[in-house]
């Protein structure tokens, strides 16, 4: 197996502190190669080293013979890779075309002039948002398309250019189960043309399923490359972890307790835009209420109207038996309600603020008075605070000073819980809280989502995975279009009821 691109003893660090140790990773001609670990592993810092984002302390880079120190960025571009990074870097203002072509402009003579050829650039999208099964028109804005539909719009614009390795970070945390098969075939067709993929993903059955080889990081070190016909996913959870997780969703249906009194009742709640139709349900104190169904189908968007993110055209919210006029995210918060976003990066945390301070907004934004703009600021008490939850979450940083978004994707997770259990409430809700986060940290926060119950708090949790929501859940909803189509117990509840549930609404024949 001839290595098209070779980077040999990469180490990197940051202020004195190591991220990589050493590190030897390759890839192949027309090949899939897994890059696994928890998070914090160093699984985007050597991707990035990859693309010419970062310098590496020490080692090479070796690209079709021929020897780098360091790439730029450029460099990297003109060598045939291309990055999808976890956090999506499509422009919302720009449309899918200008995204796809941004910095690229195709051009053309008129009157001895260059101009923007865009005819050329709308054919070309034309052909790219057929291949990755998007079927948006190529003027449409992307700040009017879903996450999915985005995820989609950055791999065609990986692909655009014949790109040689194409490093997929997360690729598959926002997509539908059959964007998912989409996504595989498309990557069998890159195969087919000679491109190289470099997979990184916690969703170790998709490993399984998709790559040739795979490489395991643990704390900044290579611990392991295999073919995956050598591989099982326990081995693989050992390798990456250094240790077995025997029960790798910790709840079990055996261990659910009886819900307490009602907590939270929500009655015909719509949405000013539809999305979400008529929706009625009650949370237990005690309970972890799950809401399954497809991408798009209602949940998150159901979550952000009781949140008071979006507007709703008709509904009550009641809290504790009092009902609440929820306007905006502060008057809930106030109430004693938190949420944990599906949009970690664009919603979750303040991206100026450091580890301290994003802790501690939550419980000071509760207390305060005046919507928000009166009260006292206790630097001593957002010390104790973030010392307290970085502890209690295990948050891999430097100090509680560093920026938040100098952490890995899990970590940052860890401290927007830490946010939330800081400022202490009665209702929780989890918007797919384990959205590219690796197998330990889910495990954490399984464990969390259980403690919180059993200590009286209302859970709610959106989850795309089904195997996740059952296994958390002692009740679980299910969406299509906007509505509850049906409710399970967790000792009713299959996979595949769920899927026909989702799948079919309301004309689901299912006796439950």
Do not use: W
């Amino acid at each position: 197996m001839t290595a098209i691109v070779s980077m040999d003893h990469i180490t990197k660090s940051f202020a004195g502190v190591p991220a990589l140790r050493d590190i030897t990773f390759d890839i192949a001609a027309a090949e899939v190669h897994a890059l696994l670990g928890e998070n914090g592993a160093g699984k985007s810092t050597l991707m990035k080293i990859l693309s010419g984002a970062y310098t590496p302390t020490s080692g090479a880079i070796t690209i079709d013979g021929i020897s780098h120190e360091k790439l730029t960025t450029r460099e990297s571009a003109e060598a045939g890779i291309s990055i999808i990074y976890q956090e999506l870097s499509v422009i919302p203002q720009l449309s899918i075309t200008e995204n796809i072509f941004v910095g690229k402009l195709a051009t053309r003579s008129f009157a001895g002039v260059q101009v923007v050829d865009y005819k050329a650039m709308d054919a070309r999208t034309r052909e790219l948002l057929e291949l990755v099964g998007l079927k948006r028109a190529p003027q449409t804005l992307v700040g009017q398309l879903s996450i999915s539909e985005r995820q989609m719009v950055e791999i065609a614009k990986a692909i655009a250019f014949n790109a040689r390795v194409i490093v997929m970070d997360e690729p598959t945390s926002s997509l539908t189960e059959e964007e998912v098969k989409l996504l595989f075939t498309i990557v069998g067709r890159l195969k087919e043309r000679g491109a190289s993929v470099v997979f990184i993903s916690h969703k170790l059955n998709e490993v399984m399923e998709l790559a040739d080889r795979v490489t395991i990081l643990k704390d900044g070190v290579a611990v392991a490359t295999l073919p995956v016909a050598e591989c099982s996913v326990d081995k693989l959870v050992q390798l990456m972890v250094g240790r077995e997780l025997k029960d790798k969703y910790l709840s079990s249906r055996t261990a659910h307790h009886q819900a307490g009194d009602p907590v939270l009742v929500v009655e015909n709640m719509t949405r000013a835009d539809n999305r979400v139709k008529a929706v009625s349900f009650t949370l237990y104190r005690g309970e972890i209420l799950g809401f399954s169904g497809l991408v798009g189908a209602g949940r998150s968007e159901l979550m952000a109207a009781i949140y008071g993110a979006a507007r709703r055209r008709s509904g009550s919210v009641t809290l504790n038996g009092k009902e609440l006029r929820i306007r905006r995210p502060y008057d809930a918060i106030k109430a004693g309600m938190a949420m944990v976003t599906e949009d970690r990066r664009g919603t979750g945390f303040f991206h100026n603020f450091s580890i301290r301070r994003n802790i501690a907004i939550g419980r000071q934004v509760k207390t305060s008075s005046l919507g928000g703009l009166g009260g006292v600021i206790d630097r001593a008490e957002e010390r104790r605070l973030a010392d307290e939850q970085v502890a209690a979450m295990n948050v891999r940083c430097r100090d509680i000073e560093q920026n938040i978004v100098e952490l890995s994707g899990g970590n940052q997770q860890k401290v927007i819980l830490g946010r939330l259990l800081a400022a202490g409430c009665d209702v929780i809700i989890f918007d797919e809280p384990t959205k590219g986060i690796d197998v330990g940290t889910k495990s954490a926060i399984y464990t969390l989502m259980r403690d919180l119950a059993d200590a009286g708090t209302g859970v709610m949790v959106v989850s795309s995975e089904l195997p996740e929501v059952m296994a958390v859940s002692d009740r679980i909803i299910v969406f299509a279009e906007g509505e509850i189509t049906a409710t399970f117990t967790a000792e009713e509840a299959t996979e595949e009821k769920l899927v026909r549930a989702a799948a079919l609404g309301h004309d689901n024949e299912m006796d439950h």
